[in-house]
């Protein structure tokens, strides 16, 4: 009797064993499984995280780059010169170039060139003050006594080492004006001729470098070099077209202008000078000079000014 109930205590503990191992062997399995799908959630939940983040990110850096871009646009098209930042244009001319520039009855400088900024600075919305100077001073002075130049100034490269020039306003061609009677009419008829010119003008530059044997003779004013061709002292007088028909009429009888073509010289073009480097000033006063082309207001000038 005593060995049977041994034997049943004997399996009921090796139960009991079995039992707590495959209970433990449960829990760990199950711990296993849950352990791997939290790792597995955490592992998608930095994954989503972190695409989120990127993404947000990258709007940001989207939102900031087109702000940056709309706001290089807006400050390019609203870049002003820094020499037009007292509200005054300050240009120079030389008002002894009719019909460009000339000093009126009231002793002030006149002219399409002066007319013609004057238009530009009402478009820049900045008074024009004109100072009358030598020609030859007005490159030198740009950029310290003046902000820019018109007079009937052409657009060359030894020019352009020191300023910059704005579109081009108007073309032109050098005439010869010769005395009633002259028998200069040609290139070769030039060589070994006293000329007149105005002092750095493209007449003087055709003078000096490109007649041969030419004996220059340079003036300040155009008009004394006319007065000179009158009075013998010498035998032409190398000008732009448009000055020279001016002569031509206010001396009539007394001297012809004779064109350019007929002396094979070639067609130049004026534009207005501004300081080298000011992109600002150079945008600002094309922008002006198209407005004006585009509104009449330049026909009215020629016009007024040349046609007339």
Known sequence: MKKLIALLLAGVMTMSLLTACGGNDGAK?????????????????ADAAGAESEAND?????????????????????????????????????AEFPPFEYVDDNGEPDGFDVALIKAIGEKLGVEVEVENMEFESLVAA?????????????????R????DFSDAYYDAVQYVIVPEGSDIASAADLAGKAIGVQLGTTGDFIATDDVEGSEVSRYNKAVDAVNDLINGRVDCVIIDKNPALVFESTFEGQVKAIPGEQFEFGVEEYAIAVPKGDAAMLSQVNKALEEIKADGTFDELVKQYIEN
Do not use: F, P, Y
């Open 160 to 163: 352009k080492e020191s300023v």
């Open 29 to 45: 399995a199950d711990e296993t499984v849950t352990d791997a799908a939290g790792a597995e959630n955490e592992a998608d939940s």
């Open 142 to 158: 740009i950029g310290s006594k003046i902000d820019v130049a018109i007079a009937g100034m052409t657009v060359t490269d030894e």
């Open 58 to 94: 990258a709007d940001a850096a989207g939102t900031e780059d087109a702000a940056d871009a709309e706001s290089g646009a807006d400050a390019e098209a609203g870049e002003v010169s820094e020499a037009l930042a007292d509200g005054v244009l300050t240009v120079g001319t030389n």
